[in-house]
């Protein structure tokens, strides 16, 4: 697209950590309707080169480091005060709360943040856990000044930020979650004959089969799969279920 047709446009960056790739079908439908998109994630920059999108690499720690989360900070900054980008949405716990403190303070026109959950610390009652809710709370009703829109991807984590006075009623949304390409993935499998390996390794010729992959921790839902597992088998002998995933 030409690049006067570009200042029809915002220019957006997605910010995320090291899976930011996942996104890739935003950033298609946002290229089909003529943004110019940037990434802008932890993972190697030639990892990104099938998003045929403009990548911008930074580095961030998964976990609590307030030195190196200030440091991740001051790069955000920079990035978005050389680069001028109109429009930031950022995904995940520390992006969404250090990239529109920089967005802002650089100037941004629009800062959006997307809660894909709040991890862990909200699973656990220990001291340390209940102390780093206390700081999360903190942090959240100081960035969401900084948010032109708040999107939550479920009714839970959305009731907890109302509830507790971390977002502003009138500038938050709920979706139903990221989404998977099913025809993509159907596709895919079909052309290289991967679930008829599967089926035929496991031995489960064409039974139903019913699906997880998460990493297999209790926060992700690990029990209540299993126990619909117990449920559908009462009801469907044959069907069986398959978790996948690290621990």
């Excluded at 995320?16 to 940037?38: C, Y």
């Excluded at 250090?98 to 941004?108: D, F, Q, R, T």
């Excluded at 903190?138 to 708040?150: E, F, K, S």
Aim: glycine share 8%; net charge positive.
């Amino acid at each position: 697209m030409p690049a006067e047709q570009h200042k029809r446009f915002p220019n957006v960056w997605l910010i995320g950590g090291e899976d930011v790739q996942l996104r890739l079908p935003f950033v298609r439908a946002l290229k089909s309707r003529g943004f110019p998109v940037t990434v802008c994630g932890t993972m190697n920059a030639d990892a990104s080169e099938y998003l045929d999108v403009a990548f911008q690499g930074y580095s961030m720690k998964r976990r609590l480091a307030p030195l190196a989360d200030l440091g991740t900070f001051y790069q955000l900054r920079r990035l978005f005060r050389e680069r001028k980008p109109d429009l930031v949405h950022a995904f995940d716990t520390k992006p969404g709360l250090l990239a529109p403190l920089a967005a802002g303070v650089e100037g941004v026109q629009v800062s959006i943040r997307t809660i894909t959950g709040m991890g862990s610390t909200f699973s656990s009652a220990t001291p340390a856990a209940r102390l780093l809710q206390f700081v999360y709370r903190g942090l959240q009703r100081r960035v969401d000044p900084a948010c032109q829109m708040t999107v939550f991807q479920n009714t839970d984590d959305q009731s907890y930020f109302l509830e507790h006075h971390l977002v502003d009623a009138n500038r938050q949304m709920l979706i139903s979650g990221s989404g998977v390409d099913t025809d993509h993935l159907a596709t895919k499998a079909a052309a290289n004959g991967a679930a008829e390996r599967v089926r035929h390794d496991l031995g489960l010729g064409n039974r139903l089969v019913c699906m997880m992959v998460a990493r297999l921790v209790r926060e992700k839902g690990v029990l209540e799969f299993l126990k619909a597992a117990k449920i559908v088998r009462e009801r469907v002998p044959e069907a069986a279920f398959i978790l996948v995933g690290p621990s």
